[in-house]
């Protein structure tokens, strides 16, 4: 079984400023890692993933997310964020070979402000 | 291409009666998923569907809650006796499975569900 907690629920950070998304998981198998993004009054929608191979991967809009084995985290950063970043921002897990469901952190409510 | 689309996009019910809500998923795509957003629990899996083999229904949270996928496309997830618990977003997802490897899920708009 695998497990994931968004150390943050909330994240107010002022426009232009760099902003580090906290995500730790638990598994007793080896797992996919993503980072999805939600809009305000919108789906899901998938930020970036990591699969296999270099452990920073790059994403949508900038983002990028660090996937630290030996931690078993994969942390969400920006250097310069927008108020269009504003948004709530779900880490989730699956394991490989799995059916594939995801399992999904609380969630992070991220606030730009200008 | 036409995205995952889900019907209806609000429903609103009154506690104990019936609601069925509808996804049709990218069209090829074999798996469907079903999830549950609530204030209180988050982002929860609850159903799971590939091509014609038995669904994985170990996230449904009571035995009023019910899904099919007909024909292998468009599916229904029904919950019967609604209670002010079953208030949320529900979401759906489809992904081209291919076993043994990774398949994105592209979610739809969801579904949300008040109980009144």
């Known amino acids: 079984a695998q497990s994931v907690t968004q150390l943050d629920s909330q994240v107010p950070v002022f426009e232009e400023a760099p902003v580090e998304l906290r995500c730790n998981y638990s598994?007793?198998?080896?797992?996919?890692l993503f980072w999805y993004v939600q809009y305000p009054n919108q789906g899901l929608q998938l930020l970036l993933k990591y699969l296999s191979g270099s452990t920073l991967v790059k994403g949508i809009n900038g983002f990028e997310a660090e996937f630290n084995k030996s931690q078993t985290s994969f942390h969400l950063r920006k250097p310069s964020v927008h108020i269009s970043d504003t948004a709530e921002y779900f880490c989730?897990?699956?394991?490989?070979?799995?059916?594939?469901?995801?399992?999904f952190g609380k969630g992070t409510k991220l606030s730009v402000k200008p | 291409g036409a995205g995952v689309s889900q019907s209806p996009s609000n429903k609103v019910t009154e506690k104990g009666k019936d609601v069925e809500l509808r996804c049709d998923p990218i069209s090829g795509h074999t798996a469907l998923y079903w999830y549950r957003q609530s204030l209180g629990q988050g982002l929860e899996f609850l159903i799971y569907?590939?091509?014609?083999?038995?669904?994985?229904k170990s996230g449904l949270p009571s035995d009023r809650f019910s899904a099919e996928r007909t024909g292998g496309s468009v599916s229904t997830l029904t919950i019967q006796r609604t209670q002010q618990e079953d208030s949320a977003v529900y979401l759906c997802a489809s992904s081209y499975r291919m076993a043994g490897g990774y398949n994105e899920q592209f979610f739809g708009p969801g579904t949300r569900l008040t109980v009144l």
């Open positions: 569907f590939q091509g014609n083999s038995a669904p994985d």
């Open positions: 989730a897990v699956s394991g490989r070979g799995s059916q594939g469901n995801l399992i």
């Open positions: 598994s007793s198998v080896s797992v996919y």
